[in-house]
């Protein structure tokens, strides 16, 4: 049953609306003025208000404004005796759905309560609809049958129509990013921005003014106001990748925010309000990072309310085929190649490997096979040889002589090294990975004290 609060201060008025509504299959409740109606809206649902535009003490357009500042999606039905243009517009601007002028027939005013639910029915029916295909397309991106996968697109089936907050932990080049595209096109927030940031890539003095924005002339350089990105994202999803970058300084104001959903810009003391749903993403250990004082926990608890771990290529290679495939008709459509398709034997040996660079690698690597193998249709392994001896499944001097996969990937990152003349930007290219994925790599052997061109 439909709830319908009618307000106006004409007694005889409010009395017919009540029984007309109440005859019709609605439950009506009245007030006489803006103020008690705003009574009744702190304690009660209502579906719809018809509202009188001329009541002492407050106007009908200043009671919708009002109500509609705590109640987003309330309908509005203005009766007015001063059927004008303007007053029209005036109301249709302020959100009123419908208006109707006095004097009116019972039947007026039943058509306009039927057509505002009418449409809101309407409404529902295309707001299931754009869910039904944001589902049917919610993995597109996402390639994957195994159970580690199935698990993932599990956990962003159940926490892409909530608010909660998401964590996406994992290896570089294992699809975090478009794991958090996906829930953001799977939730309520689908038509809303999708804003990204790599917290990594901005410098610590200019981390407080990107997300939350400055006045003009707030410091040097400040020639305009500038709005952050939790203001332009408001309504949607702001991606915060690589939140372990965040410098320590900011974690303390970006958990504020998160607690209270305002911001502040610099240069102002105005707090504004914004509804932002926030992902973050990470592949270091934050557990670490806690223990040893450069990562907030009570942040990290605010941020990890749904966590996500996404496996490494290595832990569902059985992936790897349908990954190949998909790369390859991307690749083939984008260097308008007609035909090409890997031989089994290749297929074979590359689904053998352990990629440390992940999926991203893998792209890589098959998109420089597809352009080594121009104008022969099947793809070979010598493709592959012609870039990366680190692809050598049988190369006596490395893969050979592996027993684990840490060994495996500390091998491959020596070879690379060793064929780049440790020139790092080279060798991560080769691996398919990042230069600072690598750097880190290093830097892990460093504090084992291991030399890696040392390494035999």
Known sequence: MKNILVVDDDLSLRTILNETLSNSGFKVRIAKDGKSALDLLSENQFDLVISDLMMPGMTGIEFMVAARNVHENLGFL??????????????????????????????????????????QDLKAENKALKRKLSDDRQYTKLIGQSPEMERVFSQISIVARSDASVFIQGESGTGKELIAQSIHDGSDRSDKPFLKINCSAIPESLFESTLFGHEKGSFTNAIK??????????????????????????????????QNRTITRVGNTQELDVDVRVIATSNQDLDKLI?????????????????????????????????????????????????????????????REDWPGNV???????????????????????????????????????????????????????????????????????????????????????????????LN
């Open 291 to 351: 223990r040893d004082g450069n990562f907030r926990s009570d942040l990290y608890y605010r941020l990890n309310v749904f966590p996500i771990i996404v496996p490494p290529l290595r832990m569902r290679n059985t992936d790897i085929p349908l990954l190949i495939e998909h790369f390859i008709s991307k690749f083939k459509i984008k260097y308008r190649f007609e035909h090409k398709e890997l031989s089994a034997e290749t297929l074979k040996s590359i689904s």
């Open 225 to 258: 106001m500038h709005k952050g990105l939790f203001e332009e994202a408001d309504g949607g999803t702001l991606l915060l990748d690589e939140i372990s970058e965040i410098p320590v300084t900011m974690q303390a104001k970006l958990l504020r925010v998160l």
């Open 360 to 454: 991203r690698q893998l792209e890589n690597i098959i998109e420089r096979a597809v352009l080594y193998s121009g104008d022969e249709e099947r793809i070979a392994m010598e493709h592959f040889n012609l870039e990366a001896e680190v692809l050598k499944a049988d190369d006596a001097s490395s893969i050979k002589a592996v027993t684990t996969i840490a060994e495996m990937e500390k091998q491959m990152i020596h070879n690379a090294l060793k064929r780049t003349t440790n020139n790092r930007t080279q060798a991560a290219d080769l691996l398919g990975i990042s230069v600072r994925t690598l750097r880190n790599k290093l830097h892990q052997y460093d504090e084992m004290g291991q030399d890696m061109l040392k």
């Open 78 to 119: 203005i009766i007015t005796a001063y059927g004008t243009v303007e007053t029209a517009v005036d109301a249709l601007h302020k959100g009123a759905f419908d208006f109707v002028t006095k004097p009116f027939s019972i039947s007026q005013i039943e058509s306009r309560v039927n057509r505002y639910f009418e449409y």
